[in-house]
């Protein structure tokens, strides 16, 4: 017996997110990272997490295809590194406007939703949409600039756009015009406008964007691996002179909230050009090949590799999760 329609249509979304990135980048089969990535005993070289922690972390399930379809992830500048267990929940905030707006908006997407599917086959309309992710993290706002005094800075991929200090109070205006809908191919420009709300995008300032999540009230695995993983980023990428501060387009590497497989700590995210590669299970001494073989040339390590973001999925209505 066939399966029906839409467990095939899903069958097929996973399958392209798990097997092959946005530009087709083969998945490397890498066996050698690092002469000692799997030496259990301590270094001097690489920091190495607690045998407890180690005892909770899960080597055994298989990473590639434990990322949920998505195409665009919102990463709010905090400034922090350690969020409310759900980043909705800090009152005022901008997760927790963003919330109330989708939420505004999910109900009448619910009753455009029953219309539509009214007469369609259940199996047809049970299918998950690809999913919009907003996290919080460590990234600080531009401050050498009056005109930009509130409000957070917001990251925005794959559009690779950096939206200049979006108020709290703009939240809505921002998913209507940046979120809900098909991408606007136009939010490279200088400055874009929803109604009376003007906003600021630019072209990402940096060469890549490693994420790693550090959401210790969520878990706190991703709270202890966190620190260790982005002082040895920071270490190898100053020593390679890559660091946002050597130079100005450089790799950037900030804390983010929870991005889903906390038993897969520790848990990156390397953006780059049109690539978003999620890495589960890294340890400090998978810094050094994460970033010469994929930050730098985007290649993919299948050995960590959890999956891609979607970057031709395009639809009218899309599910948003907040992390």
Sequence with gaps: MSKPLGSRIFDIIQSAITNKTDNNSPLEDIEDIDPCSDCSDPC?????????????????????GTVKPYYKHVVISTGKSDWKSHIEDEE?????????AIKGNSKEKKIKKDKKNKNKNKEETSLKKPKIL???????????????????????????????RVSPNHAA????????????????SSTTSQSHVTFVAEPMPYKAVVLICSHMHRDKRCGVTAPLLKDEFDKI?????????SRNDGIAVYMSSHIGGHKFAGNVIVYRERQGIWYGRVNPCHVKSIIENTVIEGKIIKKLYRGSIMNDYVQDESEIELK
């Design 134 to 164: 907003i996290a919080n993290s460590s990234r600080k706002n531009d401050d050498d600039d009056p005109l930009f005094s509130e409000g957070n800075d917001i990251l925005l991929f794959s559009d690779n756009i950096l939206v200049r």
């Design 173 to 188: 205006e921002f998913y209507n015009q940046f979120l809900r809908g098909h991408k606007n191919e136009e939010n490279n």
């Design 237 to 245: 990428l100053k020593d390679k002179g890559l660091d946002v501060e």
């Design 92 to 100: 005022g905030s901008f997760a927790a406007q963003l919330e109330k």
């Design 44 to 64: 001097s070289v690489h920091p190495t997490y607690p045998s407890s922690l180690n005892s909770r972390i899960n080597y055994s399930f298989p990473l590639q």
